[in-house]
């Protein structure tokens, strides 16, 4: 499933919307945390990324893919 987060999250930023695209990536967390809290999953799909966003800058991956 992350593979599919990162590539959406991507092509919102490159089209230039990146408050947007650091909003879906937290409305994408906030969905996980609610699963795992309710034992649909067991953890995010994205966590092995540490993701800084900001707005203003470029959303950076750090981590492998």
Avoid: C, D
């Avoid at 999953?41 to 959303?59: A, D, E, G, K, N």
């Amino acid at each position: 499933m992350a593979p599919q987060i990162v590539e959406a999250i991507k092509k919102i930023e490159e089209r230039g919307a990146r408050e947007i695209a650091a909003r879906s990536l937290q409305n994408v967390s906030q969905v996980f945390r609610y699963a795992i809290a309710h034992g649909l999953v067991t953890r995010l799909p994205t966590s092995s990324r540490q993701i800084s966003s900001s707005p203003y800058q470029s959303l950076t991956w750090h981590g492998s893919r």
